[in-house]
């Protein structure tokens, strides 16, 4: 079987999922690239078929994938199209993050060839508490494009790919997401001018600007995209989790693979 055309499928706030995804789509060596950015609101849907190959990368949220992105997912639907499973997270646990994309991915009708968790820079990280500051690094890109070779590789070396299971880490039933507590990120009034970027870049449409940003606690999902994002670095997030995660995993994890079962 050849593949036409490699697409892109993720929801990337603050762009760590879909610079991986990118790297492997790269790593693949098919031509044709196609990006389908869940990541706004008014991201658009697509039908794939048997001749697309999809890499689906999403943010792990509190060790599952972010509901935002389950809820966009459902917009992509397959036809027995082979994806790569790929979940970011900031360096604490993925848990059931990677297991909820796999199921997620095949109740939209992909077959799950390849699965892998990244590391990517904690949405809470800050400068004078970094959480996996600058990660992807180029390490990090280097072993994505990789993957991204050897997932070419599974798929020419498998006959029919409907036999495939795919193991992965993570328990099923999936812990339960955590209550929703309504918060946002606060607006620094000196440094705002109004120029109304983290607006278009909010994934919920939470930000409104007044003569400076301001978010809506209710439709917020924390993202932090708004605060890495901000040319002004304008935008503050206090959460006590911050601290937490700054004194706990500082110790560098490294990209973990899973592939077929023989
Ligand atoms: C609400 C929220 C919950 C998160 N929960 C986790 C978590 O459970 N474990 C972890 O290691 N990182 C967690 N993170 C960090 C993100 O998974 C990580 O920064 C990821 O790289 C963000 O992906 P993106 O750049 O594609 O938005 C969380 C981030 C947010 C905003």
Redesign the pocket.
Known sequence: MTYKTVHII???????????AKEIADGTGIEHLQEHDL?LEDSKGCRLGKEDLAII????????V?LTAIERLQAIQGEGTPAAVV?????????D?LIEARDTAHSLGFIPVAGAA????????SPDMP??QG??DTKDLEIARDFGKQIARILQGTEDIQDISLPVKGNSPYKERPQRTPASPDTIRERCTGCGYCATICPTGAITIKDIAESDDNTC?????CV?RCPNQARTFFTP?REY?YQN?QARKEPEFFYPNK
């Open positions: 993720c929801f990337s706030p603050t762009r760590t999922s879909y610079r991986v990541t990368a999403v943010p792990t949220y509190a060790g599952r972010s979940v970011l997270y900031g360096n604490r646990d993925y848990e993050a990244f590391i990517g820079e904690h949405s809470y990280s959480i996996a990660r992807p999902i924390k993202c932090c995209a890495k989790f995660l995993f």
